[in-house]
Protein backbone atom coordinates (compact mmCIF):
# COMPACT_ATOMS: atom_id res chain seq x y z
CA UNK A 1 0.00 0.00 0.00
CA UNK A 2 1.24 3.89 -0.94
CA UNK A 3 1.71 5.87 2.20
CA UNK A 4 2.96 9.09 2.62
CA UNK A 5 3.65 10.77 5.56
CA UNK A 6 4.67 14.03 6.95
CA UNK A 7 6.31 15.19 10.20
CA UNK A 8 8.37 17.67 11.96
CA UNK A 9 7.48 20.59 14.55
CA UNK A 10 4.11 22.19 14.58
CA UNK A 11 5.68 25.92 15.92
CA UNK A 12 8.16 27.65 14.59
CA UNK A 13 9.40 30.80 16.06
CA UNK A 14 10.03 33.04 12.92
CA UNK A 15 13.40 33.99 11.50
CA UNK A 16 14.10 30.03 12.48
CA UNK A 17 14.65 27.37 10.27
CA UNK A 18 11.71 24.73 9.25
CA UNK A 19 12.57 20.98 8.50
CA UNK A 20 9.81 18.42 7.78
CA UNK A 21 10.45 14.55 6.86
CA UNK A 22 8.20 12.76 4.45
CA UNK A 23 8.28 8.99 5.16
CA UNK A 24 7.08 6.93 1.80
CA UNK A 25 5.84 3.21 2.17
CA UNK A 26 4.62 1.08 -0.65
CA UNK A 27 6.99 2.54 -3.16
CA UNK A 28 11.03 3.41 -3.79
CA UNK A 29 12.08 7.30 -4.00
CA UNK A 30 14.09 5.81 -6.77
CA UNK A 31 11.27 5.13 -8.85
CA UNK A 32 8.70 8.03 -8.22
CA UNK A 33 9.68 11.47 -7.63
CA UNK A 34 7.71 13.35 -4.45
CA UNK A 35 6.82 17.34 -4.36
CA UNK A 36 6.26 19.51 -1.29
CA UNK A 37 3.13 21.47 -1.45
CA UNK A 38 1.52 23.90 0.83
CA UNK A 39 -1.96 25.08 2.44
CA UNK A 40 -2.10 28.34 4.34
CA UNK A 41 -5.47 28.18 6.48
CA UNK A 42 -8.41 28.88 4.59
CA UNK A 43 -6.30 29.28 1.78
CA UNK A 44 -5.45 27.41 -2.16
CA UNK A 45 -2.41 25.19 -2.62
CA UNK A 46 1.09 26.26 -3.53
CA UNK A 47 3.71 23.77 -5.15
CA UNK A 48 7.14 24.48 -3.46
CA UNK A 49 9.29 22.02 -4.81
CA UNK A 50 9.94 18.63 -5.79
CA UNK A 51 12.72 15.95 -5.13
CA UNK A 52 12.96 13.77 -8.56
CA UNK A 53 13.34 10.28 -8.62
CA UNK A 54 17.01 10.85 -10.15
CA UNK A 55 18.28 12.84 -7.47
CA UNK A 56 17.95 16.45 -8.62
CA UNK A 57 15.51 18.78 -7.27
CA UNK A 58 13.28 22.14 -8.41
CA UNK A 59 11.75 25.03 -6.46
CA UNK A 60 9.28 27.69 -6.90
CA UNK A 61 10.91 30.52 -8.48
CA UNK A 62 9.12 33.04 -4.81
CA UNK A 63 10.75 30.44 -2.59
CA UNK A 64 13.76 29.54 -4.25
CA UNK A 65 16.16 30.95 -2.37
CA UNK A 66 14.97 29.54 1.04
CA UNK A 67 13.93 26.00 0.33
CA UNK A 68 16.52 22.90 0.06
CA UNK A 69 15.08 19.22 -0.31
CA UNK A 70 17.13 15.93 0.09
CA UNK A 71 16.31 12.99 0.50
CA UNK A 72 17.80 9.69 1.96
CA UNK A 73 16.94 6.27 -0.34
CA UNK A 74 17.38 3.99 2.53
CA UNK A 75 15.42 5.21 5.00
CA UNK A 76 12.34 6.55 2.35
CA UNK A 77 12.39 9.57 3.44
CA UNK A 78 12.47 12.62 1.70
CA UNK A 79 13.11 16.23 3.38
CA UNK A 80 12.34 20.08 3.31
CA UNK A 81 14.34 22.35 4.94
CA UNK A 82 13.09 26.25 4.53
CA UNK A 83 14.80 29.26 6.75
CA UNK A 84 14.13 32.80 7.15
CA UNK A 85 10.42 31.93 8.36
CA UNK A 86 7.61 34.51 8.42
CA UNK A 87 4.40 34.41 9.87
CA UNK A 88 3.17 33.84 5.99
CA UNK A 89 4.97 30.57 6.47
CA UNK A 90 1.89 29.05 8.53
CA UNK A 91 0.13 26.30 6.57
CA UNK A 92 -0.08 22.23 6.21
CA UNK A 93 2.26 21.25 5.03
CA UNK A 94 1.75 18.22 2.50
CA UNK A 95 4.20 15.82 0.21
CA UNK A 96 2.53 14.21 -2.38
CA UNK A 97 3.87 11.45 -5.23
CA UNK A 98 4.80 12.49 -8.62
CA UNK A 99 1.01 11.12 -10.24
CA UNK A 100 -0.36 13.57 -7.93
CA UNK A 101 -2.76 10.99 -6.22
CA UNK A 102 -1.24 9.62 -3.34
CA UNK A 103 -0.70 12.84 -0.86
CA UNK A 104 0.31 12.77 2.87
CA UNK A 105 -2.36 13.68 5.72
CA UNK A 106 -0.15 16.97 5.98
CA UNK A 107 1.30 18.07 8.92
CA UNK A 108 0.30 21.75 10.47
CA UNK A 109 3.45 24.19 10.67
CA UNK A 110 2.58 27.54 13.05
CA UNK A 111 5.19 30.26 12.69
CA UNK A 112 4.72 32.26 16.00
CA UNK A 113 6.50 33.84 18.82
CA UNK B 1 4.33 30.78 -14.18
CA UNK B 2 1.09 29.39 -15.55
CA UNK B 3 -1.96 31.01 -13.81
CA UNK B 4 -4.86 29.31 -12.99
CA UNK B 5 -8.53 30.97 -12.81
CA UNK B 6 -10.97 28.81 -11.14
CA UNK B 7 -14.59 30.15 -10.78
CA UNK B 8 -17.30 30.65 -9.25
CA UNK B 9 -14.97 31.00 -6.09
CA UNK B 10 -18.40 29.68 -3.79
CA UNK B 11 -21.45 27.56 -5.49
CA UNK B 12 -24.79 26.76 -3.91
CA UNK B 13 -26.66 24.32 -5.35
CA UNK B 14 -29.41 21.48 -4.57
CA UNK B 15 -28.81 17.92 -4.54
CA UNK B 16 -29.99 16.57 -7.77
CA UNK B 17 -28.78 19.60 -9.54
CA UNK B 18 -26.20 19.61 -12.51
CA UNK B 19 -22.91 21.68 -11.25
CA UNK B 20 -20.27 22.98 -13.53
CA UNK B 21 -17.06 24.46 -12.22
CA UNK B 22 -14.56 26.25 -14.62
CA UNK B 23 -10.47 26.62 -15.28
CA UNK B 24 -8.79 28.84 -17.18
CA UNK B 25 -5.05 28.54 -17.65
CA UNK B 26 -3.06 31.47 -18.75
CA UNK B 27 -1.61 29.82 -21.52
CA UNK B 28 -2.25 26.04 -23.47
CA UNK B 29 -2.05 23.68 -20.85
CA UNK B 30 -1.87 20.41 -23.00
CA UNK B 31 -4.87 18.70 -21.41
CA UNK B 32 -2.80 18.57 -18.23
CA UNK B 33 -5.51 19.10 -15.45
CA UNK B 34 -6.72 17.50 -12.76
CA UNK B 35 -9.66 18.32 -10.45
CA UNK B 36 -9.51 17.71 -6.82
CA UNK B 37 -12.03 17.51 -4.06
CA UNK B 38 -10.83 18.08 -0.78
CA UNK B 39 -12.79 18.64 2.56
CA UNK B 40 -12.03 20.22 6.16
CA UNK B 41 -9.03 18.70 7.22
CA UNK B 42 -8.48 16.18 5.06
CA UNK B 43 -5.51 16.13 2.03
CA UNK B 44 -6.83 16.60 -1.43
CA UNK B 45 -8.64 13.98 -3.27
CA UNK B 46 -8.28 13.12 -6.88
CA UNK B 47 -11.12 13.07 -8.77
CA UNK B 48 -10.49 13.51 -12.55
CA UNK B 49 -6.67 13.53 -14.21
CA UNK B 50 -5.67 14.74 -17.30
CA UNK B 51 -8.68 16.77 -18.18
CA UNK B 52 -11.47 13.80 -18.67
CA UNK B 53 -9.75 10.81 -16.88
CA UNK B 54 -12.17 9.73 -14.03
CA UNK B 55 -9.58 8.35 -11.14
CA UNK B 56 -10.51 4.55 -9.85
CA UNK B 57 -13.08 4.90 -7.27
CA UNK B 58 -14.61 8.45 -8.37
CA UNK B 59 -18.58 8.32 -9.07
CA UNK B 60 -19.44 8.59 -12.73
CA UNK B 61 -21.36 11.44 -11.99
CA UNK B 62 -17.88 13.58 -11.75
CA UNK B 63 -16.75 13.94 -15.18
CA UNK B 64 -14.33 16.71 -16.79
CA UNK B 65 -13.64 18.46 -20.41
CA UNK B 66 -11.72 21.04 -22.28
CA UNK B 67 -8.75 21.72 -23.80
CA UNK B 68 -6.11 24.45 -24.89
CA UNK B 69 -6.94 27.15 -21.84
CA UNK B 70 -10.26 26.37 -21.11
CA UNK B 71 -11.48 23.55 -18.05
CA UNK B 72 -14.46 22.47 -16.94
CA UNK B 73 -15.43 19.77 -13.64
CA UNK B 74 -19.21 18.99 -13.94
CA UNK B 75 -20.88 17.17 -11.49
CA UNK B 76 -24.33 15.51 -13.36
CA UNK B 77 -26.23 15.04 -10.43
CA UNK B 78 -25.34 16.32 -7.16
CA UNK B 79 -25.24 14.51 -3.95
CA UNK B 80 -24.91 15.74 -0.30
CA UNK B 81 -21.16 13.78 0.56
CA UNK B 82 -20.29 16.06 -2.51
CA UNK B 83 -19.72 19.17 -0.38
CA UNK B 84 -15.81 20.89 -0.16
CA UNK B 85 -13.77 22.95 -2.16
CA UNK B 86 -12.85 21.98 -5.70
CA UNK B 87 -9.66 22.57 -7.10
CA UNK B 88 -8.07 22.78 -10.32
CA UNK B 89 -4.48 21.50 -11.09
CA UNK B 90 -2.01 21.85 -14.18
CA UNK B 91 1.25 20.16 -14.09
CA UNK B 92 1.75 20.99 -17.99
CA UNK B 93 5.24 22.59 -16.06
CA UNK B 94 5.78 23.80 -12.84
CA UNK B 95 2.54 23.19 -10.70
CA UNK B 96 -0.10 25.59 -10.19
CA UNK B 97 -3.40 25.57 -8.65
CA UNK B 98 -6.58 27.44 -8.87
CA UNK B 99 -7.69 29.11 -5.97
CA UNK B 100 -10.46 26.73 -4.98
CA UNK B 101 -14.44 26.79 -5.59
CA UNK B 102 -16.43 26.42 -2.05
CA UNK B 103 -19.34 24.00 -3.12
CA UNK B 104 -22.16 24.11 -0.39
CA UNK B 105 -25.17 22.11 -0.56
CA UNK B 106 -28.73 24.02 -0.19
Known amino acids: EVQLKESGPGLVQPSQTLSLTCTVS????????VHWVRQPPGKGLEWMGV???????AYNSALKSRLSISRDTSKSQVFLKMNSLQTEDTAIYYC???????WGQGVMVTVSS | DIQMTQSPSLLSASVGDRVTINCKAS??????LNWYQQKLGEAPKLLIY???NLQTGIPSRFSGSGSGTDYTLTISSLQPEDFGTYFC????????FGSGTKLEIK
Open chain 1, 96 to 102: TRDDWDY
Open chain 1, 26 to 33: GFSLTDYS
Open chain 1, 51 to 57: MWSGGST
Open chain 2, 27 to 32: QNINKY
Open chain 2, 50 to 52: NTN
Open chain 2, 89 to 96: FQHNSWPT
